[in-house]
């Protein structure tokens, strides 16, 4: 039997009984518990196979909730998230002392962040509790921006996925902290950068490559499929990746090539990014579960949220 349900009462029911739900977002879906409740916290990570030194982004339903969450907020931290709240930004902020380690894998900040989706938010206003949830996929593999993609992962192992139909966003949401009091952007999502400048200013960006990084999520290898992928800036050098290859295409918009593909996908008709974007997880979902020997795909625009899928894109393909 499915566990995908609309029934925001049994998820509230299984939360309060400190065991996980996932929950739709407006980014992607996440794998929800507790905050206080460490049975649930547990079992995020079990269930995951999250090593225990990724933090967990804590999500709450109003931006009231934060003064329980965090202290000594920058002033800069408060005019985003009265820019973009509810909404696809996390801020890693000084925690408050009731914060559990488990959430913050011992460190003294903590992430969080209101998110913007109807059946979530009428969740979170039914229980008493904030909900810790990573995006709800297996360690390294592709995030769900559907309830069917979270039962692909987790069908056997959780009680429910609250349907909350297809991610709006598509991509995780963008995640900024404050480490000497300056703004700095530790992951690219869901808010491009450009819109971020243009509330605080110029940001700077954390180094992706360093051995501990602030965000794991910028580790080099993330956001895999299964089948070897190459990115490519030209699609001219399809012909000679391809040769006798099972392989297929991902492209930003239509295209037409004499290739011999066994299938080939565009995200927008007309390279809308925002249109892209929010199909992009889909379509790698969609062409890993064909079980190919490779998955082409299109570099995007270095710009606003073709910028952000390229950084996914990068990490898919190491
Ligand atoms: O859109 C999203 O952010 C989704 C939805 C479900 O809200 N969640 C999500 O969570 O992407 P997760 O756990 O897959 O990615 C959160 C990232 C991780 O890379 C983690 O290392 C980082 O946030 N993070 C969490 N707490 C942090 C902290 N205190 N300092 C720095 N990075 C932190
Ligand atoms: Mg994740």
Redesign the pocket.
Known sequence: MSIISGDIEKAAAILCAEDVVA?P?E????LAGNIFSEKAINRIFQVKQ?PLF????V?LHSQEQLKDIAINIPKRALLLAEKFWPG?L?L?LD?HESIPDLI??G?N???C?V?NHPVTRELMRSIPFPLA?????PFNRI?PTTAEHVEGYFGNEIQMVLDGGPCEKG???T?V?FPEGEPVL??L??IPREDLEKVIGKLAVQNTTTAS??????LKKHYSPTTPSVLVDDLKEINSLVKDKKAALLTLSPTSLNVSLVKSIYLSENADLLEAASKLYSALHELDSLKLDMIIIQRMPEHGLGRSMNDRLRRAVK
């Open positions: 929950i977002t980014t992607v879906y996440g999250r990724n933090p967990l982004i999500h696809s996390t890693v925690k913050t894998a460190k900040t903590v992430a962040r998110p949830a990573p995006s709800a996929n995030s991509l995780e949401s995640i902290g530790y992951r999502g869901a990084p602030q965000a794991p999520g910028m």
